[in-house]
Antibody
Framework: EVQVVESGGGLVQPGGSLRLSCAAS????????MSWVRQAPGRGLEWVAN????????YYVDSVKGRFTISRDNAKNSLFLQMNSLRAEDTALYYC????????????????WGQGTTVTVSS | SYELTQAPSVSVSPGQTARITCSGD??????AYWYQQKPGQAPVVVIY???ERPSGIPERFSGSNSGTTVTLTISGVQAEDEADYYC???????????FGGGTKLTVL
């Protein structure tokens, strides 16, 4: 079964740090871009960051640049999001999503999502 | 930063046609993708590359692109189609992804 499973969320104080993980299975992880997408309570989807197949290209939404770092370990089929200097506005459900394959002909959108992991930033 | 604009809500009666639009300057250069999200669930792709329908998505879902506006059309709306719908695309460079603000479809 093709799936991704997020973990690592929790309650953290403003200014604190958290590391999210995403375990992928059922597909060749190393051949896909991967993205983190978040959804604040009662709000819409917001793309946070993505990373290419070998980790050499990374892109971030402006609001997290310099604070969040996306990374991956293809040997362990895992995606990560290191979140530092957390703010109240980072409170959200964080989704891991499969993004573009190597051959864009086969890109069907972000077609595999986990159930998300909740991050709450509060004192 | 690049933005995609969607109307916050659309309401239709069962059996009618719902049209949900998404506007953005780079939509003439970048493909658009549409996601359906029901409460408590992860998003699901209903349209990719402007107008393609993934396997398993009902034929009543279709998409179109008219330059800087893309449209998701749901023909013969059913009660189960009530959900939030998001468009997604990239900026003109293709490097930065963005979601529209979402449209809540209410089936009256």
């Amino acid at each position: 079964e093709v799936q991704v499973v997020e973990s690592g969320g929790g309650l953290v104080q403003p200014g604190g740090s958290l590391r999210l993980s995403c375990a992928a299975s059922g597909f060749t992880f190393s051949t896909y871009w991967m993205s983190w997408v978040r959804q604040a309570p009662g709000r819409g989807l917001e793309w946070v960051a993505n990373i290419n197949q070998d980790g050499s290209a990374k892109y971030y939404v402006d609001s997290v640049k310099g604070r969040f770092t996306i990374s991956r370990d293809n040997a362990k089929n895992s995606l990560f999001l290191q979140m530092n200097s957390l703010r109240a506005e980072d409170t959200a459900l964080y989704y891991c999503a499969r993004d573009r394959p190597a051959n864009l002909y086969y890109y069907y959108g972000m077609d595999v999502w986990g159930q998300g992991t909740t991050v709450t930033v509060s004192s | 930063s690049y933005e995609l604009t969607q109307a916050p809500s659309v309401s239709v009666s069962p059996g009618q046609t719902a049209r949900i639009t998404c506007s953005g300057d780079a939509l003439s250069k970048q493909y658009a993708y549409w996601y359906q999200q029901k409460p408590g669930q992860a998003p699901v792709v209903v349209i990719y590359k402007d107008s393609e329908r993934p396997s398993g998505i009902p034929e009543r879902f279709s998409g179109s692109n008219s330059g800087t506006t893309v449209t998701l059309t749901i023909s013969g709306v059913q009660a189960e189609d009530e959900a939030d719908y998001y468009c997604q695309s990239a900026d003109s460079s293709g490097s930065y992804q963005v979601f529209g603000g979402g449209t809540k479809l209410t089936v009256l």
